[in-house]
């Protein structure tokens, strides 16, 4: 088992920042690439950005690029999300997901992951 603890989100003016983290807890952090993904009411859960076990490759969806950037630190057992020039687009509940042997390919699906943390809501108001 894995845990997953986020926090960071907060309520924010467009074009602020924000940092969220997300602290694992349970089998070696290393073994797994971390994403983070956001949901809305009644949308479905997006992939925002993922980044693999070592942290060598990492990818965003379209309309984060230049903005966002995902990191980790696996002696701390975390991932980062900077998220900057933030947009009302951008609100969300925000979530941290670990996949343990999957393919990078499929980085961006859900069903990829095979844990979640709870989440933490970012508003970004105008």
């Known amino acids: 088992q894995v845990q997953l603890v986020e926090s960071g989100g907060g309520l924010v003016q467009a074009g602020g920042s924000l940092r969220l983290s997300c602290a694992a807890s349970?089998?070696?952090?290393?073994?797994?690439?971390m994403a983070w993904f956001r949901q809305n009411p009644g949308k479905e859960r997006e992939f925002v950005g993922g980044i693999s076990r070592g942290g060598g490759s990492t990818d965003y969806v379209d309309s984060v690029k230049g903005r966002f950037t995902i990191s980790r630190d696996n002696a701390k057992n975390t991932v980062y999300l900077q998220m900057n020039s933030l947009k009302p687009d951008d609100t969300g509940l925000y979530y941290c997901?670990?996949?343990?042997?999957?393919?990078?390919?499929?980085?961006?699906?859900?069903?990829?992951?095979?844990?979640w943390g709870q989440g933490t809501q970012v508003t970004v108001s105008s």
């Open positions: 349970g089998r070696p952090f290393s073994r797994f690439a």
């Open positions: 997901a670990a996949a343990y042997g999957s393919s990078w390919d499929t980085r961006a699906r859900v069903s990829a992951y095979d844990y």
